[in-house]
C-alpha cells in the first residue's frame, strides 16, 4: 500500500484536468548526494527525478529510481544499490510535502517545505529549506537537506563504518513546466 500512495498521487495530479493549469511538472529534475568518508568521498547524481508541484494547493511530489544514481566508480555503483539500497526490495525513494507560506506571486522567495521523505521502505517527517524561483511560466526549486543514515535503517557492517558518513548531504534541483496533457 505503501508504494502505491505516491504513484496514485502522482496519477491524481495529472488526470485531473480542471486543476492542471495550477500544475507542473519536472521531468528531469536533478538529486545528488555527497557522503564524506576518511577513506575516499562517495557522491552521485540522478538527474531522472520525477516531480509535480501543485501550486493551488501548495504541494509537490517526488519519485526517483535508486538505480539512476550514477557513480564515479562501478563498484560504488553496486555497493550502493546491492548491500545498502537494496534496490531491487526498495526501488524508489518518494517524498510528499507542503510547501508552507507559498506566494506564487513572487518571483523569489524561501521556504520550508515540510512532508514525508521515503528511502530503503522507511519514512521520516523532514522540513527543508527550499528556494523558490518563479521565471515566466516556470518554477525552480532548489535546496539540501541532511539525512541520518540509521534513520532509514541501512545497515552498514561494522567493518566499514569507517568509510561511510552517518549524515548524507543531499542537494536538489527542480524545473517545472506547465503540465500539459
Known amino acids: 500500500m505503501n508504494k502505491i500512495l505516491p504513484l496514485f498521487l502522482l496519477l491524481t ?6 486543476t492542471n493549469k495550477n500544475q507542473f511538472i519536472a521531468r528531469q529534475g536533478q538529486v545528488s548526494f555527497f557522503s564524506y568518508a576518511s577513506v575516499e568521498n562517495i557522491e552521485a547524481q540522478n538527474n531522472q527525478v520525477l516531480s509535480i508541484l501543485d501550486i493551488k494547493n501548495k504541494k509537490i511530489a517526488v519519485s526517483m529510481l535508486m538505480r539512476a544514481f550514477v557513480f564515479k566508480k562501478d563498484l560504488m555503483y553496486e555497493h550502493f544499490n546491492e548491500s545498502y539500497i537494496e534496490s531491487d526490495i526498495y526501488p524508489k525513494a518518494t517524498f510528499e ?19 514525508t521523505l521515503t528511502i530503503h521502505g522507511k519514512s521520516k517527517n523532514i522540513d ?6 518563479k ?9 539540501e537537506y541532511n539525512v541520518l543514515v540509521k534513520d532509514f535503517d541501512i545497515k552498514i557492517p561494522p567493518i566499514l563504518t569507517s568509510n561511510i558518513a552517518k549524515i ?9 513546466q506547465p503540465y500539459e496533457e
Open 168 to 176: 548524507i548531504n543531499i542537494k536538489f534541483r527542480f524545473q517545472y
Open 13 to 18: 495530479f495529472l488526470t485531473n484536468k480542471e
Open 128 to 133: 527543508i529549506k527550499t528556494k523558490i524561483e
Open 97 to 115: 510535502g507542503d510547501i508552507l507560506d507559498f506566494d506564487t506571486s513572487l518571483s523569489n522567495q524561501t521556504k520550508i517545505i515540510r512532508g
Open 135 to 143: 521565471k515566466a511560466k516556470t518554477f525552480i526549486l532548489s535546496g
